[in-house]
């Protein structure tokens, strides 16, 4: 087949295939056309986008710098300002350590000022020390070589004050024999028909000075407290050690138990307490006759032994009023320690025992003891009867109360004087026949002054001391138990409640102890 070609661009007929082509070809093309145009676009659209994305990066770099930079100069202000801080603590603490240095300087100056005071303060104490020492040295020799002087001639009046009151025991006996064998003016005979008593004599002048010279003792002990106080008063030691003293004697009475070896601990703590008065405070010293009865001779001790000895004896006499009024039995322990401390031969003075301080208690508060009587409804007679007062000036106190406290005291009378020193190598303080003298001074009251309280005291000194009153003085005991019990109390007034009990105490013995008077 031939083939007419046609110069190029000539309108020639195509066939529809090729037409097809040139079609799609500018389909093809303009799509590409509109393809190019939309990436073109979309590439516009991404870059405004990107831009815009940039601008907003850019804007937050921009604020974040700012804000980097606000933190900057934040902490750079908060750096400097605690640079400053710490340089103002540290000027502080220059400050605070140059015024620790200096007060540090200071009390160094002052402590070396103290300690120099100190040193010799203590070089001055060391000095008075030894000089006090060398005074207690020198008052310790003194005291021996006087000791020495005399320790022969206390042997000597020892030995002889045992030979005298063997004889006054002696003389008692045998008063108390003649005593019961002698009749009784007003016809009194006891049961079995044998006389006991003679006419009771009236109080005699010297039994009458001897009681004011007990009392004159007892105010006397009362000005020597004064003169202790106003001494503790200018001695702050003996004022501390003086009260310190008085409680635990005190103490050590109110602790005494009846029964064996309960009561040693009491008993030296108040010997020890004694004898460091003597030997501690040896001054001042005040005289020995002002504080007995007769005394042998003059003698110098230490003022802080009287007064202690003085508050032993109101400590002895209370608890005799508060216990012994009860209990009777307890008399008995309270009464050998008081007799144990004034037989120690280191309170003595020269060998004379200051027993009389605490007798002149007793005379006291229980003067019929002595052989004292009066009537008991008038204010002088109840005085000389050992009536007391519930407070100094005021009211007498009631019946029973009185009853009781003369129950103790004579309990404790009984239990200081009768004492066994047989076995003892200490001289008695008290011997017996103070207690044989007690008991006739109260059966010889004439018959109208017979009261209570001679009664109540009488009942008192027996019951629980018959024993040893009979150890001591024999069969004359035992008449003079008798007349007490069934004689005296018909002297007693009518309708006395207290001789019905001392009449009851003969039952009581038959009883409890097999004694038939």
Same mark, same amino acid.
């Given at each position: 087949? =031939? #083939?007419? $070609?046609?110069?190029?661009?000539?309108p020639a007929k195509d066939s529809p295939s090729r037409q097809l082509l040139r079609e799609l070809s500018r389909l093809s093309i303009t799509r590409q056309e509109d393809w190019y145009e939309q990436l073109d676009r979309e590439s516009k659209e991404r870059a405004a986008i990107h831009r815009n994305a940039l601008a907003i990066a850019l804007a937050r770099h921009e604020q974040v710098r700012k804000d980097a930079e606000a933190e900057r100069d934040r902490i750079l202000q908060l750096e400097q300002e605690r640079q400053k801080a710490e340089a103002r603590l540290q000027e502080e603490r220059e400050r605070q350590a140059r015024a620790d240095q200096e007060e540090a300087e200071k009390r160094l100056v002052a402590e070396r000022a103290e300690a120099a005071a100190r040193a010799a303060r203590a070089e001055r104490a060391a000095t008075q020390e030894r000089e006090a020492e060398e005074a207690r040295q020198r008052a310790e020799k003194d005291r021996r070589d006087q000791e020495a002087q005399v320790k022969k001639e206390n042997q000597e009046a020892e030995i002889q004050r045992k030979v005298e009151a063997e004889r006054k025991s002696k003389e008692a006996a045998i008063a108390a024999t003649r005593l019961a064998q002698r009749t009784e003016s007003t016809g009194f005979t006891i049961a079995n028909g044998h006389p006991v008593t003679s006419q009771a004599p009236a109080q005699t002048a010297e039994r009458e000075n001897e009681h004011q010279r007990y009392l004159q003792i007892h105010k006397t002990l009362k000005e020597m407290r004064a003169f202790m106080v106003n001494q503790a008063k200018?001695?702050?030691?003996?004022?501390?050690?003086?009260?310190?003293? !008085?409680? $635990?004697?005190?103490?050590?009475?109110?602790?005494? !138990? $009846?029964?064996?070896g309960l009561n040693s601990k009491p008993q030296a703590s108040i010997q020890r307490l004694l004898k460091e008065a003597i030997l501690s405070f040896p001054q001042p010293t005040v005289s020995a006759?002002?504080?007995?009865?007769?005394?042998?001779?003059? =003698?110098? #001790?230490? =003022?802080?032994?009287?007064?202690?000895?003085?508050?032993?004896?109101?400590?002895?006499?209370?608890?005799?009023?508060r216990e012994a009024a009860v209990a009777p039995k307890i008399a008995d322990p309270i009464g050998t320690i008081a007799v144990s401390v004034f037989a120690n031969n280191d309170f003595r003075a020269n060998g004379?025992?200051? #027993?009389?301080i605490l007798i002149a208690k007793m005379h006291v508060v229980c003067p019929p003891l002595f052989g004292i009587y009066g009537p008991d409804?008038?204010?002088?007679?109840?005085? !000389?009867?050992?009536?007391?007062?519930?407070?100094?000036?005021?009211?007498?106190?009631?019946?029973?109360?009185h009853q009781d406290r003369m129950t103790g005291l004579g309990a404790g009378y009984a239990a200081l004087s009768l004492r066994n020193f047989e076995k003892s190598r200490s001289m008695n303080p008290y011997p017996p026949y103070h207690f044989w003298q007690a008991v006739t001074a109260i059966l010889n009251v004439p018959a109208g002054h017979v009261t209570e309280t001679h009664l109540v #005291?009488?009942?008192a000194l027996l019951a629980n001391s018959e024993a040893r009153f009979m150890e001591f003085f024999g069969e004359s005991a035992k008449k003079i138990? !008798?007349?007490?019990?069934?004689?005296?109390?018909?002297?007693?007034?009518?309708?006395?409640?207290? =001789?019905?009990?001392l009449s009851n105490l003969g039952d009581t013995l038959k009883k409890d102890k097999n004694m038939y008077l």
């Amino acid at each position: 087949m =031939a #083939i007419k $070609e046609s110069p190029p661009g000539s309108p020639a007929k195509d066939s529809p295939s090729r037409q097809l082509l040139r079609e799609l070809s500018r389909l093809s093309i303009t799509r590409q056309e509109d393809w190019y145009e939309q990436l073109d676009r979309e590439s516009k659209e991404r870059a405004a986008i990107h831009r815009n994305a940039l601008a907003i990066a850019l804007a937050r770099h921009e604020q974040v710098r700012k804000d980097a930079e606000a933190e900057r100069d934040r902490i750079l202000q908060l750096e400097q300002e605690r640079q400053k801080a710490e340089a103002r603590l540290q000027e502080e603490r220059e400050r605070q350590a140059r015024a620790d240095q200096e007060e540090a300087e200071k009390r160094l100056v002052a402590e070396r000022a103290e300690a120099a005071a100190r040193a010799a303060r203590a070089e001055r104490a060391a000095t008075q020390e030894r000089e006090a020492e060398e005074a207690r040295q020198r008052a310790e020799k003194d005291r021996r070589d006087q000791e020495a002087q005399v320790k022969k001639e206390n042997q000597e009046a020892e030995i002889q004050r045992k030979v005298e009151a063997e004889r006054k025991s002696k003389e008692a006996a045998i008063a108390a024999t003649r005593l019961a064998q002698r009749t009784e003016s007003t016809g009194f005979t006891i049961a079995n028909g044998h006389p006991v008593t003679s006419q009771a004599p009236a109080q005699t002048a010297e039994r009458e000075n001897e009681h004011q010279r007990y009392l004159q003792i007892h105010k006397t002990l009362k000005e020597m407290r004064a003169f202790m106080v106003n001494q503790a008063k200018q001695d702050p030691t003996l004022k501390s050690r003086m009260g310190d003293m !008085r409680r $635990e004697i005190k103490k050590s009475i109110g602790q005494l !138990r $009846e029964g064996k070896g309960l009561n040693s601990k009491p008993q030296a703590s108040i010997q020890r307490l004694l004898k460091e008065a003597i030997l501690s405070f040896p001054q001042p010293t005040v005289s020995a006759a002002s504080f007995t009865k007769n005394p042998a001779q003059d =003698a110098r #001790i230490p =003022a802080l032994l009287i007064y202690l000895l003085n508050q032993l004896s109101k400590a002895v006499v209370s608890q005799l009023v508060r216990e012994a009024a009860v209990a009777p039995k307890i008399a008995d322990p309270i009464g050998t320690i008081a007799v144990s401390v004034f037989a120690n031969n280191d309170f003595r003075a020269n060998g004379e025992s200051l #027993i009389d301080i605490l007798i002149a208690k007793m005379h006291v508060v229980c003067p019929p003891l002595f052989g004292i009587y009066g009537p008991d409804n008038t204010e002088e007679g109840r005085t !000389r009867l050992g009536w007391w007062r519930e407070v100094p000036g005021g009211p007498w106190i009631n019946e029973q109360t009185h009853q009781d406290r003369m129950t103790g005291l004579g309990a404790g009378y009984a239990a200081l004087s009768l004492r066994n020193f047989e076995k003892s190598r200490s001289m008695n303080p008290y011997p017996p026949y103070h207690f044989w003298q007690a008991v006739t001074a109260i059966l010889n009251v004439p018959a109208g002054h017979v009261t209570e309280t001679h009664l109540v #005291i009488l009942k008192a000194l027996l019951a629980n001391s018959e024993a040893r009153f009979m150890e001591f003085f024999g069969e004359s005991a035992k008449k003079i138990l !008798r007349f007490a019990i069934k004689g005296y109390p018909t002297r007693a007034p009518k309708g006395s409640v207290a =001789a019905v009990v001392l009449s009851n105490l003969g039952d009581t013995l038959k009883k409890d102890k097999n004694m038939y008077l």
